[in-house]
């Protein structure tokens, strides 16, 4: 084929030889975020009252429709990254080492700007203690750990 070994590399970099647990990690990830979304919706649009109430969904920073909007494009590109890798075909499949450092470093610290969220709201609003309206912080652990998976998947591919 070609006698360029850095190609030949790059080539068998990006191929996936061997199914992995990243896909069905992922796909339970996209579907605990995907249950949040249809619970909010369930409580915006058809005011289902066995859910908890809206405040305790939406912290109110993004008006509701826009997060919505945002949430669904969110949950299309998850489907389409845990779908390719659980096939190992596609885009999002191909084994990119160099994308592993940079996610797993930026989950790290998705997870820390959320456990000082969780604090300060914790602090400004006593009430709220230990459980209360932090769904949408929680939900951002979820989002976090499906980067973190997608950082570990590319990991697989790096060098020892």
């Known amino acids: ?3 360029n070994p850095y190609l030949s590399q790059l080539h068998k970099d990006r191929q996936r030889t061997q199914p992995t647990k990243h896909g069905p990690i992922l796909a339970l990830i996209t579907a605990l975020f995907a249950c949040r979304v249809l ?14 109430a809206m405040e305790h969904w939406h912290s109110g920073l993004v008006p509701y429709p826009t997060l ?5 494009l969110m949950l299309i590109l998850m489907i389409k990254i845990a779908g390719e890798i659980w096939r190992g075909a596609g885009f999002f499949a ?8 940079f996610l797993i470093k930026f989950s790290a610290a998705y997870v820390g700007i959320m456990v000082l969220r969780y604090i300060l709201t ?11 309206p932090t769904i949408p912080i929680f939900f951002h652990f979820v989002l976090a750990g499906f980067v973190y998976v997608l ?5 697989a591919a790096s060098p020892a």
């Open 1 to 3: 084929m070609d006698d």
């Open 39 to 52: 619970g909010q919706a369930l409580v915006a649009f058809l005011g289902v009252t066995w859910l908890p």
């Open 68 to 72: 919505l909007i945002v949430q669904l």
């Open 94 to 101: 191909e084994l990119r080492p160099h994308w592993a450092e």
């Open 122 to 132: 914790m602090i400004e609003h006593p009430e709220m203690r230990w459980f209360g």
């Open 151 to 155: 950082g570990r998947y590319h990991q």
